[in-house]
Structure formats: structure tokens, C-alpha cells
């Protein structure tokens, strides 16, 4: 069975980190791009990151520029989104989803078809 999973989240005090784990499993992830997606309450969902198969295309939303890194371990059926420098702002359930090819983008849903059910991310003091 296809399936995503986030683990990660939790309270961070402004200015720090978090390392978020998208862990797949039913299907080869090598063969697929990566998408990190956020949703803060009464927002729509926006796309935050996304990594192609190969780990060689990668795209950041402007918010996040310069403070979060994806990377993955396909050995390890493993995507990572490591979030530096954290603001009140980026308070949200952060989401994974599997592209349906090697690339996607990270403003078109159509791009993904499973998603992970998600891990919140609260930036406070």
C-alpha cells in the first residue's frame, strides 16, 4: 500500500530549527519528485518545496529562500526538509506528496497524487 508520512514537527521557539522526515513507502521513490507543502489555519495550501527524482532540480517558494533545504535518501525511502531560522509565520501543518513524474512544480496540485496527512510545525515563544 502507497502511503507518505511526516514526522518532525513540533514547538520551536523563533530563530530555531526543525528537521521534518517524509517517510514513503508501496512504491520506488527514486522514480519520483518530492513536493513539501504547509497550510496555516484559515489559509490555502502553498507549496514550499520540491525536489525532483534525482535530487538534481530543486524549488523553493520565496518565504523560505536561504532558510530551508530538502534533500533526500532514496536508499532510505527518506525526504528532508530542514528549517533554519523558523518565524512565527511558518507555523502550519506541513504536508509531503508523491509527484506523479520524476518533476513537478510547486504550484500546480495536479503535479501529486498521495499525500502524507501531515505534522504541525508551531513557531512561538
Known amino acids: 500500500q502507497l502511503q507518505l508520512a511526516e514526522f518532525g514537527g513540533g514547538l520551536v521557539q523563533p530563530g530555531g530549527s526543525l528537521r521534518l522526515s517524509c517517510v514513503t513507502s508501496?512504491?520506488?521513490?527514486?522514480?519520483?519528485?518530492i513536493g513539501w507543502f504547509r497550510q496555516a489555519p484559515g489559509k490555502a495550501r502553498e507549496g514550499v518545496a520540491v525536489i525532483s527524482s534525482s535530487g538534481l532540480t530543486i524549488t523553493y517558494a520565496d518565504s523560505v529562500k536561504g532558510r530551508f533545504t530538502v534533500s533526500r535518501d532514496n536508499a532510505k525511502n527518506t525526504v528532508f526538509l530542514e528549517m533554519n531560522s523558523l518565524k512565527p509565520e511558518d507555523t502550519a501543518v506541513y504536508y509531503c506528496?508523491?509527484?506523479?513524474?520524476?518533476?513537478?512544480?510547486?504550484?500546480?496540485?495536479?503535479?501529486?497524487?498521495?499525500w502524507g496527512r501531515g505534522t504541525q510545525v508551531t513557531v512561538s515563544s
Open positions: 506528496a508523491k509527484g506523479r513524474w520524476t518533476q513537478a512544480t510547486l504550484t500546480n496540485r495536479d503535479d501529486y497524487e498521495y
Open positions: 508501496g512504491f520506488t521513490l527514486d522514480f519520483y519528485a
